[in-house]
């Protein structure tokens, strides 16, 4: 055997080889059963970016199917209570490029809203306490119901099934509390590099 | 006084400015009072912390020094009737904020009396226990008057496990233009001194206690060091010997963190406080506001103000009751809104501007300027940076400020905390010395809230998606709870069909009496009986519905009458409605099998009243 090696280096070499990647392969294998990881971490990473308004939006029941969705290969420009800032990021994690958000399933809000039941008015059916992704509408049968605001993630779920219509979707307002000072205007360049348009027409 | 300065060593402050001072116009007066105000709108928030609650109703009379609206939980700060009067409203007023905004106030309509409540005096206080001297700063509403407002008795009450070892008393006061901590150590040295000996046995005897004061306050330190001379109140035994520190005059000397720094030359860590090294910084204001809650069971009513500015005739310090509207105050001041460019509320460097004037006076007002165009310009227009280092070298905490307005630009959250944006105290001292006059601060402020949005969002998203998570793991565990009874029912369905199958093929007696249906010969007892139970069950109900043969009878009897009346109205012969068309074919056979229909009704009828009589009587 060892005569045979020494005598034919070609035939040694593929010995060698084929012992190693036999080896390398033993260890691979064995570390894939071994570190096994359960689920898939992109999906976290991909769901820890999504607002988690579980609205439904993007045609998905929720945030998470959503983000198996785009690990299977669908848009990442289909959650608009996210926005062009999770497209982004989402972009950036998925080293893609960040497009604009799809206007087929809806727009980009303003401001933050918030499910307000009119007390009076509601009747006590719980539709909107089954349609409710966050359990954050309180109330029983023939009970009047309300929104934890705090727990509301604006939705808008329970408007919808509301017979009375009496849910609105009240923005958030700004107080002395949660108020932050607004970043400057942008910088202007020097003179040179100023786009004034009055001077460009004259 | 410089030859006591040279045994105490002081520490450098890194960075820092020298701006003008200007301190010396509001200096010139002494310490002023200003007529009762007809209306004082009194906020609930004057402080960090939780918004106070009204303990009081509109219309209610209150005196001087009532409690008008309670503390609500730890931190916050009881708040109380600057002077006598009725509560006119509880509503939204404009507060001194640099966001313009309004919030919760209390009015009070002022009657002139300025009837004060019953105090509680208490001569030897420091027999008494030191919680109980902190229950009597808390009830006091007392919060620091140096700038941010943090409610004092939550900064006395330190972990136990903290040893203090220094008690700083910060009558730095480095901003330009403010006044009012000069004034007050001037005028109430004395108050200072005893509320410096008061803090001390609150925190356990300090090794040191040391007054920091700017060298640019000659006659405070003068009156401060000859208070401590001639101090003849409350003082235990243990206590150090309070030391009066004129320190540089540099702006900010006078930041806690700061002047901590330059009299112990401990720096505090990133995200810890000044217990945590063992330091308490106090402002003199604060202290002397403590010793009166203490000592007269005084609450925190009033406060000394600086009013300054080229706007104003008079430019002077006073001691203003908080709730008194700014416009009211500067209106006593001779303003000139021609002159005034914009009211600034603090000094020069780290006041806001007041976007409504009528916005009322609170804790934390130190300062009220208003500056002409000359004293405060509006800010040239911005340029691009030119990289020239100016703001490192001004900076007081040695952060990058180049660094941190570029990412500040970009947003870019991750690395403004990896340069600790946080640890910025907002001295300004960076856009002071910007020679491209880039609004540094703002930016920092601005990327700070983001960061503070951004953090409240991610919690936020994080609690949805455990509730959702949740709310799918109870529904599915419902759904798997109905469908697990659903095959319970089933399969106890088919169980008794089974039973009953077997039974009727394995019938050995003729009659269903129940011991036939208690000793099932096929299936074994113990595993059959609940099955057995349930047929039984629904049998003794049937039996239970089934009337009494009498009323069996009768109902039979009904039913062949009814048969017989439809027999005879089916009988009756045809009478056309209209006498053009005559009764067809059709309707005559249509008739006749209504006939048919109804006798056999009657016959049925009848053979079931026989058959029931006949099964009546052989029973």
């Known amino acids: 055997m060892f005569e045979l ?74 959650c608009p209570p996210g926005g062009q800032s999770t497209i982004n990021a989402l972009a950036d994690l998925l080293d893609v490029e960040a497009p604009a958000l799809d206007a087929e399933h809806g727009t980009e809000a303003e401001v933050k809203k918030v499910a307000f039941i009119r007390e009076a008015e509601c009747i006590g059916c719980t539709k ?39 849910i609105d979707m009240i923005p958030v307002t700004t107080s002395v509390n949660n108020w932050a000072w607004d970043m400057p205007a942008p910088l202007q360049l020097i003179a040179t590099d100023r786009h004034d348009t009055s001077t460009e027409a004259a | ?20 001072e200007n301190k010396q116009q509001s200096m010139q007066l002494p310490l002023g009072q200003v007529p009762l105000p007809p ?19 509109p219309g209610e009379q209150v005196l001087k020094g009532q409690l008008i609206a309670a503390a609500d939980g730890t931190f916050s700060a009881n708040v109380h009737a600057s002077s006598s009067g009725t509560v006119s409203a509880i509503t939204q007023h404009v507060l001194p904020h640099p966001s313009g905004m309004s919030g919760d106030v209390i009015v009070i309509d002022t009657d002139g009396k300025d009837e004060w409540i019953a105090l509680e005096q208490c001569e030897e206080y420091l027999a008494l226990d030191r919680l109980a001297l902190l229950e009597k700063i808390r009830t006091a509403g007392v919060a620091g008057l140096g700038g941010a407002g943090f409610p004092t008795a939550v900064k006395l009450n330190t972990k136990s496990n903290l040893v203090i070892d220094t008690l700083v008393i910060n009558g730095a006061e480095c901003e330009p233009y403010i006044t009012a901590d000069d004034m007050l150590m001037q005028v109430r040295a004395d108050e200072i001194i005893a509320g410096t000996f008061l803090l001390s046995y609150i925190l356990h005897h300090p090794k040191r206690l040391v007054i920091g004061v700017e060298d640019n306050k000659p ?73 009166r809650a203490v000592r007269f069971g005084e609450p925190l009513l009033s406060r000394i103000t600086t009013l300054v500015g080229e706007a104003l005739d008079t430019q002077r310090n006073v001691d203003v009751l908080l709730g008194t509207p700014i416009n009211y105050l500067l209106a006593q001041h001779g303003y000139n809104p021609n002159k005034a460019l914009r009211i600034v509320m603090g000094g020069s460097l780290m006041g806001f501007t007041l976007t409504y004037l009528n916005a009322p006076v609170v804790k934390t007002t130190n300062c009220i300027l208003a500056a002409s165009k000359k004293e405060l310009p509006p800010p040239a227009p911005a340029q691009a940076c030119i990289r020239c280092g100016l703001c490192s070298e001004a900076c007081p905490v040695s952060l990058l400020p180049q660094q941190l307005f570029w ?16 640890d910025c105290i907002e001295c300004g001292a960076c856009s002071y010395v910007c020679p491209s006059k880039i609004p540094l601060v703002q930016y ?89 139970d349930v047929v039984a069950a629904a049998m003794a109900k049937a039996n239970q519905v089934q009337a009494t043969p009498a009323e069996q009878r009768i109902k039979l009897e009904r039913v062949l009458q009814a048969a017989r009346n439809s027999l005879a109205s089916a009988q009756a012969p045809l009478v056309p409605k209209n006498i053009d068309f005559p009764i067809t074919e059709e309707q005559l056979v249509r008739q006749q099998s209504r006939i048919k229909q109804a006798e056999l009704k009657l016959t049925e009828a009848e053979k079931k009243l026989a058959d029931f009589d006949k099964e009546n009587t052989s029973a």
């Not at chain 1, 012992?19 to 390398?24: A, C, K, P, R, T």
């Not at chain 2, 006084?1 to 003008?20: D, V």
């Not at chain 2, 949005?453 to 509730?467: F, M």
């Not at chain 2, 599915?476 to 039974?503: D, I, M, N, P, T």
Request: some cysteine; glycine content about 6%; charged content about 20%.
């Open chain 2, 444 to 532: 920092y402020r601005a990327a700070k809230g983001t960061i503070r949005q951004h953090t409240i969002e991610k919690e936020k998203a994080d609690r949805s998606r455990q509730r959702f998570e949740f709310r799918k793991e109870r529904i599915a565990k419902e759904e798997a709870e109905k469908e697990a009874k659903r095959a319970a029912r089933k399969k106890a369905a088919e169980e008794a069909k089974a039973l009953l199958a077997s039974r009727a093929s394995a019938q050995s007696t003729p009659d269903n009496s129940s011991a036939a249906i208690l000793t099932p010969t096929t299936i074994s007892a113990p595993i059959m009986q609940p099955q057995i």
């Open chain 1, 5 to 78: 090696i020494t005598q034919h280096p070609i035939i040694a070499a593929l010995v060698a080889l084929v012992g190693l990647s036999l080896l390398f392969g033993a260890i691979l294998g064995f570390a894939a059963v071994r570190f096994k990881v359960e689920g898939n971490p992109i999906v976290d990473q991909i769901d820890t970016i999504l607002p988690q308004t579980q609205c439904g939006q993007c045609g998905y029941p929720g945030c998470r199917p959503y983000a198996q969705a785009i690990v299977d290969g669908d848009a990442i420009n289909k």
């Open chain 1, 128 to 166: 909107c306490i089954q349609a409710c992704p966050m359990d954050a509408i309180l109330g029983a049968a023939k009970q009047m119901h309300t929104v934890i605001a705090d727990e509301c993630t604006g939705c808008d779920l329970c408007v919808e099934p509301c017979p009375v219509d009496c």
């Open chain 2, 407 to 422: 990412y500040a630009q970009a947003e870019d959250i991750d690395r403004l905390q990896a340069h600790n944006l946080f």
């Open chain 2, 219 to 291: 006659k405070a330190i003068a009156a401060l060091r000859n208070a401590v001379k001639n101090y003849s109140g409350n003082k235990s035994a243990q206590d150090a010997e309070v030391e009066i520190v004129s320190v540089p005059t540099k702006y900010p000397s006078g930041g806690a963190k700061q002047l901590i720094q330059i009299l112990t030359g401990r720096e505090i860590p990133n995200g810890h406080h000044s217990a945590d090294i063992g330091a308490i910084c106090v402002n003199v204001a604060t202290t002397a506001v403590a010793y």
């Open chain 2, 1 to 20: 006084m410089s030859s006591l300065n040279n045994f105490i060593k002081l520490w450098e402050l890194p960075g820092g400015i020298h701006p003008p």
């Open chain 2, 39 to 57: 209306q004082l709108f009194i906020p609930l928030n004057q402080h960090i912390g939780a918004p106070a609650k009204p303990s009081v109703k």
